[in-house]
């Protein structure tokens, strides 16, 4: 198994450009999220899913949008980016009968936006 | 809402002695509480985590946690430290049991020095 797996690891973009964070994981689990990391801030909850078709906000959501057309499949969307949005975003997979108990973090892709 | 306060940012200490991680909790209910650990430049990987039962909780890599409920505590311990211990470590807790969410603190940069 891969396990979770994030693409790109780097990117940088200017301020309004879009683009997509893809996270994918191949073990089956219900259950996906986003974080992202900044320094002195820990990790924040941006969206999650319960299942292909669900999807719900977390802490942090404004500026975000994601989708689960799949099980497998998470991506991350920013729509028009900001520096704010500069930070090391981490995809997470669960199965759903453990939920946040066993969750199985990806290795992270760090943005930048100019 | 729940919060988690880990009480020092940075932990300088020598290769051998031993270390304790601070971590406070807010809660009203029942806690479901992790420590997670990030190599430089790698995703999380979860230590520990305490559910119910025994107060004090062993992990991966020889760390040890004590849930102390009348202290809203969960510090993380270790006897004694190595160089590849070098990491920067995160208290969690969920914030709706295993189908909750969690909630980081932020994050204590432990440095063994040799």
């Known amino acids: 198994n891969a396990g979770v797996t994030q693409t790109p690891k780097f990117q940088v973009l200017k301020t309004g450009q879009s683009m997509t964070l893809q996270c994918a994981q191949d073990m089956n689990h219900e259950y996906m999220s986003w974080y992202r990391q900044d320094p002195g801030m820990g990790l924040r909850l941006i969206h999650y899913s319960v299942g292909a078709g669900i999807t719900d906000q977390g802490e942090v959501p404004n500026g975000y949008n994601v989708s689960r057309s799949t099980t497998e499949d998470f991506p991350l969307r920013l729509l028009s980016a900001a520096p704010s949005q500069t930070s090391v975003y981490f995809c997470a997979s669960s199965p759903a009968w453990t939920g946040v108990l066993e969750q199985y973090f990806g290795p992270g892709t760090r943005l930048t936006v100019t | 809402a729940q919060s988690v306060t880990q009480l020092d940012s940075q932990v300088p200490v020598f290769e051998e002695a031993p270390v304790e991680l601070r971590c406070n909790y807010s809660?009203?209910?029942?806690?479901?509480l992790f420590w997670y650990v990030q190599y430089p430049n790698q995703g999380l990987q979860l230590l520990l985590k305490?559910?119910?039962?025994?107060?004090l909780v062993k992990g991966i890599n020889g760390f040890e946690a004590e849930f102390n409920k009348s202290q809203t505590s969960f510090h993380l311990r270790k006897p004694s430290v190595h160089i590849s211990d070098t990491a920067e470590y995160f208290c969690?807790?969920?914030?709706?049991?295993?189908?909750?969410?969690?909630?980081f603190g932020k994050g204590t940069k432990l440095s063994v020095k040799p």
């Open positions: 809660s009203s209910v029942s806690v479901y």
């Open positions: 969690a807790v969920s914030d709706g049991g295993s189908q909750g969410n969690l909630i």
């Open positions: 305490y559910l119910s039962g025994s107060t």
